[in-house]
């Protein structure tokens, strides 16, 4: 069989000097930190969306990736790229993937055939991770691209798109189970509205929870066991997306009684584009006991749209990483690059930089957040600042005893003075000494 990647060998650690760009200088799989493996805790995965299918065309430009597998079509272009697929994840260590359903089967005109073409390329992907030991660590379905979604899938108004998602998702749940993936992700790409002038909410909103719910009783129905992820994102092919951020997402699974079987896929640049630092959704999530799994990338906050640039922001990922380890790890869930090289980077070498990047800046963040876990740096300053309520008419609140009449019999004559300082500046020094000091 061909080599895709004749000129790359499987990437190695080897340590913070070293100057080859096809090395590790962070994340080492082997070492132990807080017990396990960083590979066991960080779980990578490489998307299959960005990495294999990329084209690098955007509004004012055509596709202009080199790809080792260009000159294909149809389902001859789909079995290379599973071969490339398996042969990237080998050199670059990765022992998890992702895809939606047509990043790695064509459609065809009917969604029969196009099923057809999906169960060839399963069959291939299924023998692939019988050899290799790779696995699965979510899939979903692509409902946003094909111009029969163009009005929303769940959330059409033309109940035959509503049927065709139900099909679509039914399949994907099927390809799930066989291929053993420990997660399914639902991402409403134009499960929104553009104007309100011509759209029942109401009626979009309870669609949207009842295929939730079919896929969830057909979920136990084959045996799938995997947990059922929601992606939230506020805007971006529509204007207004209906799983706009954390909170509104956990919000509408507990008002249709989907929460105990959903957890969320929270990924860093829909944080931005909604308006929120990462660690604010996964903190949000984490709170509430609904943090599931991680897109792993980044957003440009000077631009209002999608970037999925690899992450590289050391700051990002230590906060992110404390939220996760303060959740007790990713459980199922994994850190998945949905990341994609920048147009101008349009070699095959540059999908390995990329990842490289992508993976150390994780790792460095992780091995942050772990120090900081265990000096106890921000628990101790946390638990000082609330202590009042550990005590006297604090505890009297947090336990429900106390009563509006027994608050104003506390405080009527009790002068109050608030001179306690945050000293925010204080721990953003602290947490600048601990990113910055040396291995």
């Not at 895809?99 to 023998?127: C, K, Q, Y």
């Not at 979009?204 to 009783?217: C, G, I, K, T, W």
Request: hydrophobic residues 40%; glycine residues 8%; contains cysteine.
């Amino acid at each position: 069989m061909m080599s895709y990647f004749p000129d790359v060998k499987r990437i190695q650690y080897e340590g913070r000097k070293s100057n080859n760009p096809l090395a590790f200088k962070y994340y080492n799989p082997s070492e132990v930190v807080l017990g396990k493996t960083m590979e066991e805790q960080l779980r990578f995965a490489v998307s299959y969306w960005h990495t294999f299918t990329l084209t690098g065309a955007d509004p004012f430009g055509n596709p202009n990736m080199i790809r080792p597998w260009d000159g294909l079509s149809g389902i001859d272009l789909a079995k290379k790229r599973v071969e490339a697929a398996f042969e990237f994840m080998d050199k670059m260590g990765f022992q998890y993937f992702c895809f939606h359903d047509r990043d790695i089967a064509p459609e065809g005109d009917t969604l029969r055939e196009t099923n057809n073409n999906l169960d060839i390329i399963v069959s291939m992907i299924e023998e692939y991770m019988k050899s290799t030991g790779k696995k699965l660590l979510w899939s979903t379905q692509n409902m946003f691209s094909n111009p029969r979604f163009v009005h929303g899938a769940a959330t059409s108004p033309i109940a035959d798109v509503f049927a065709y998602a139900a099909a679509q998702v039914k399949k994907g749940l099927e390809v799930a189970l066989r291929l053993g993936a420990e997660n399914y992700v639902f991402w409403g790409g134009r499960e929104g509205y553009e104007t309100l002038l011509n759209t029942d909410m109401k009626l979009e909103l309870d669609n949207m929870a009842r295929l939730l719910q079919m896929a969830s009783e057909y979920a136990d129905k084959i045996g799938f066991k995997g947990q059922l992820l929601i992606e939230p994102k506020p805007k971006e092919p529509t204007k207004h997306q209906y799983d706009f951020d954390a909170a509104t997402t956990i919000a509408f699974l507990h008002t249709h009684g989907l929460a105990d079987r959903f957890k969320l896929n929270l990924e860093a640049n829909h944080a931005t584009l909604a308006g929120h630092t990462f660690e604010h959704e996964l903190y949000v999530a984490r709170i509430h006991g609904m943090l599931g799994s991680v897109d792993a990338n980044q957003g440009d906050p000077l631009l209002g749209w999608d970037t999925d640039e690899f992450p590289s922001d050391l700051y990002s990922t230590t906060l992110a990483m404390l939220q996760v380890l303060r959740n007790g790890g990713l459980h199922s869930g994994g850190l998945n690059f949905d990341s994609k090289v920048r147009r101008a980077s349009m070699t095959p070498i540059d999908l390995f930089y990329g990842h490289i990047l992508g993976m150390d800046s994780f790792a460095r963040g992780f091995k942050v957040a772990a120090k900081l876990v265990e000096d106890k740096v921000l628990d101790d300053v946390v638990a000082e600042r609330y202590q009042s309520y550990q005590s006297g008419i604090g505890q009297e609140i947090v336990s429900g005893n106390a009563t509006f009449q027994s608050l104003e019999d506390y405080i009527i004559d009790k002068k109050v003075s608030v001179a306690t300082s945050g000293r925010q500046e204080l721990l953003l020094a602290k947490l600048n000494q601990y990113l910055l000091e040396a291995e």
